[in-house]
T-cell receptor, first 111, second 115 residues
């Protein structure tokens, strides 16, 4: 069974700090990984994707992938209260854009 | 509208009843996905359509669940003999080609409550 695991949180960080969100996956065949943000009562929206080992930066967000350790992370620099949401890690798991999602980590950024 | 549209946004039904949930994907998106999200959980895959056909229905929990997409656009998720455990938000998503771009465009979901 393909699984994606995340700490449910909540992860609480002060405004301006770095938030670090982590994810592990069980299927070594997964090649690409995605971070979605979901505000309470809203639908998930894609923030970033990563295919290659190492870091990928996009503005305040950095995704990190370590395939040997089956580990994915998302760093949010200069965290803002508007970043408070649930962050879902997902692995590409089959045909098309079929994704397997983790349970999500709830992030709270306190002013 | 330009986004994925789902109706109804909320549905309350009694145990044992039949329910239909509708999804209208973004125009031109050939791939359509149904996910189910319970409170505090991540989305759980149900079924994936490429065009009119179900490319993968391995996530449907049992034979009470069925989905169709007869003309390759709108899809309907059908749940027979609903049970209290079916209560969840049912999310529909679409993507442009069905290839691995990773970006699913989600609708706002249909919240199903089975009493």
């Amino acid at each position: 069974q393909k699984e994606v695991e995340q700490n449910s949180g909540p992860l609480s960080v002060p405004e301006g700090a770095i938030a670090s969100l982590n994810c592990t996956y069980s299927d070594r065949g997964s090649q690409s990984f995605f971070w979605y943000r979901q505000y309470s009562g809203k639908s998930p929206e894609l923030i970033m994707f990563i295919y290659s080992n190492g870091d990928k930066e996009d503005g305040r967000f950095t995704a990190q992938l370590n395939k040997a350790s089956q580990y994915v992370s998302l760093l949010i620099r200069d965290s803002q209260p508007s970043d408070s949401a649930t962050y879902l890690c997902a692995a590409h798991s089959g045909a098309g854009n079929m994704l397997t999602f983790g349970g999500g980590t709830r992030l709270m950024v306190k002013p | 509208g330009a986004g994925v549209s789902q109706t109804p946004s909320n549905k309350v039904t009694e145990k044992g009843k039949y329910v239909e949930l509708r999804c209208d994907p973004i125009s031109g998106h050939t791939a359509l996905y149904w996910y189910r999200q319970s409170l505090g959980q991540g989305p759980e895959f149900l079924i994936y359509f490429q065009g009119t056909g179900a490319a993968d229905d391995s996530g449907l929990p049992n034979d009470r669940f069925f989905a169709v997409r007869p003309e390759g656009s709108v899809s309907t998720l059908k749940i027979q003999r609903t049970e209290r455990g079916d209560s969840a938000v049912y999310l529909c998503a679409s993507s442009l080609t069905g290839q691995n771009t990773g970006e699913l465009f989600f609708g706002e979901g249909s919240r199903l409550t089975v009493l």
